[in-house]
């Protein structure tokens, strides 16, 4: 038998494999995601319509599926809302409330042993709250941060990564835009994903801020306090962060209290801090960038989702989310045991690939899987594998796999927060933001433990809201 007639002959599971098996050596071999994912895609999408169909007209329906695809799917309403609040995110940067913010952070927990660091991952919280950007937000904590740590002493690689680390709070603390990926990929509100990444965000950095506190109180001159601050200047340091606060305010009554959709409340978001920025002076020179770094980051995560969808969509033509979770639930193995391999695969993914195309790649295989294991959507969280509830287990899996995606950010060899921000603090190394991250792993293996021992720190406030 030639290869042509065995290529003809397979069934679509074989195709799925041979295909998502040239995908992955694509990227091995250093093909961004985004077009390793679209060349899989299309040329699995033709190797099934030419076995059905015969070339000629196999190739027609792949090109017309290629064109309409990515249209269909990038224009629906709650992908808008990224560019918004990336655009909050520059926009706050420039009208000096991250310098504000982090001054108030310092000025209230700056006392505590590596109080810097402290202040720097509440800080990237509060400015993750109205970005909802990861490499945003590293890449602006890099120029305001690690020079105050540096002046102060700090271990260079400590204060590169904790800034770092720092930034991979914006995955969860609503507005998350990953959060948003993934509530489009599997179908769920995006409000519900928004409200319960914010309990989970918060605990994130409080043991963030644990572990710096710990650090810094066994080795000796790691990271070295900040006294002499008065309530009075604490004080006096609130009103400069209050604009962010306001925001998220804004953001949350909207979105949650049913006055305006997530794209009317980024909107509006953006508007306010544009109006804040003019008012402290912002000039042409900073908008065009605030504008053009928002540009240039919506479109590389609009780009993957481009072509991953078409991935996505050849994988749904060769049935392999439902092979492989009938292949998981047929494993004599508990269910627990099984969710802990795949988050462990995606920790070896996320050497390699970047969390938004991970998350666009897997998840419509992974995601049937995690449903089927824990007993089907109609299963209360009594008679469940995971201990929650069919109509919550989507929810409670985006918080975890969100969070375990985002490790990528921070681990080599392609931490892309490591590299932001090597790229604007040349003092530290990308060898040196590496080493600096590395104990924030095991801060984010503790949050992840957590997120799956105490489903209800996710559960409680969509719960609150009607949505579980």
């Known amino acids: 038998m030639g290869i042509v007639e065995y290529m003809a002959s397979m069934d679509t599971i074989g195709i799925g494999l041979w295909i998502t098996g040239l995908m992955l050596v694509l990227v091995v071999i250093g093909v961004r995601v985004a077009f390793a994912a679209a060349l899989a895609g299309f040329f699995g999408l033709l190797w099934v319509f030419a076995a059905k169909y015969g070339f000629e007209r196999g190739l027609l329906v792949t090109i017309k599926m290629a064109g309409t695809i990515p249209h269909s799917k990038v224009s629906t309403l709650a992908l808008s809302l990224i560019p918004t609040f990336i655009l909050i995110g520059y926009l706050a940067y420039h009208a000096g409330?991250?310098?504000a913010l982090f001054e108030a952070a310092k000025r209230w927990v700056g006392w505590l042993p590596g109080g810097m660091g402290v202040a720097t991952v509440f800080s990237t919280a509060g400015f993750a709250a109205v970005s909802g950007a990861s490499v945003a937000t590293s890449a602006v904590f890099a120029r305001i941060a690690i020079p105050e740590m540096l002046k102060l002493g700090y271990d260079k690689?400590?204060?590169?990564?904790?800034?770092?680390?720092?930034?991979?709070?914006?995955?969860?603390?609503?507005?998350?835009?990953?959060?948003?990926?993934?509530?489009?990929?599997?179908?769920?509100?995006?409000?519900?994903?928004?409200?319960?990444?914010?309990?989970?965000?918060?605990?994130?950095?409080?043991?963030?801020?644990?572990?710096?506190?710990?650090?810094?109180?066994?080795?000796?001159?790691?990271?070295?306090?900040?006294?002499?601050?008065?309530?009075?200047?604490?004080?006096?340091?609130?009103?400069?962060a209050l604009p962010i606060f306001a925001v998220i305010a804004i953001i949350v009554i909207c979105i949650y209290g049913g006055v305006g959709t997530p794209t009317e409340a980024g909107s509006l978001g953006a508007f306010i801090i544009f109006l804040i920025a003019l008012r402290k002076g912002m000039r042409w020179k900073e908008l065009r960038s605030s504008l053009m770094e928002t540009a240039k980051l919506t479109v590389m995560i609009f780009t993957i989702i481009w072509g991953v969808l078409l991935y996505v969509r050849f994988l749904g033509f060769a049935d392999l989310p439902g092979a492989f979770s009938s292949w998981l639930t047929s494993l004599e193995m508990s269910p627990m045991l099984i969710l802990i391999m795949i988050l462990l695969a995606y920790a070896v993914l996320g050497m390699f690939m970047d969390a938004i195309g991970m998350l666009l790649l897997t998840l419509p295989v992974v995601y049937p899987a995690i449903i089927a294991l824990n007993g089907g959507e109609g299963v209360t969280?009594?008679?469940?594998?995971?201990?929650?509830?069919?109509?919550?287990?989507?929810?409670?899996?985006g918080i975890i796999i969100v969070?375990?995606?985002?490790?990528?950010?921070?681990?080599p060899p392609i931490g892309?927060?490591?590299?932001?921000?090597?790229?604007?603090?040349?003092?530290?190394?990308?060898?040196?933001?590496?080493k600096g991250a590395t104990p924030f792993f095991a801060a984010d293996l503790l949050t992840i433990a957590v997120l799956i021992a105490?489903?209800?720190?996710?559960?409680?406030?969509?719960g609150l809201m009607g949505f579980t």
Do not use: H
């Not at 993934?182 to 409000?191: L, P, R």
């Not at 969070?403 to 681990?411: F, G, Q, V």
């Open 97 to 99: 409330l991250t310098t």
């Open 157 to 240: 690689r400590f204060a590169a990564g904790v800034v770092a680390a720092g930034g991979t709070l914006a995955s969860l603390i609503p507005p998350s835009a990953i959060l948003v990926i993934y509530a489009i990929i599997v179908e769920q509100d995006v409000g519900a994903l928004l409200m319960a990444g914010f309990i989970p965000g918060i605990v994130s950095a409080i043991i963030y801020g644990g572990l710096v506190v710990f650090l810094a109180s066994t080795r000796k001159d790691f990271g070295p306090p900040v006294r002499g601050f008065s309530w009075k200047q604490r004080f006096e340091s609130v009103p400069g």
């Open 381 to 397: 969280a009594a008679e469940s594998a995971f201990g929650v509830s069919g109509t919550g287990v989507s929810i409670w899996f």
């Open 403 to 411: 969070k375990m995606a985002e490790l990528c950010l921070i681990t």
């Open 416 to 434: 892309l927060n490591c590299f932001v921000v090597a790229g604007v603090r040349p003092e530290c190394s990308v060898q040196d933001v590496f």
């Open 454 to 462: 105490l489903p209800g720190i996710v559960l409680w406030l969509p």
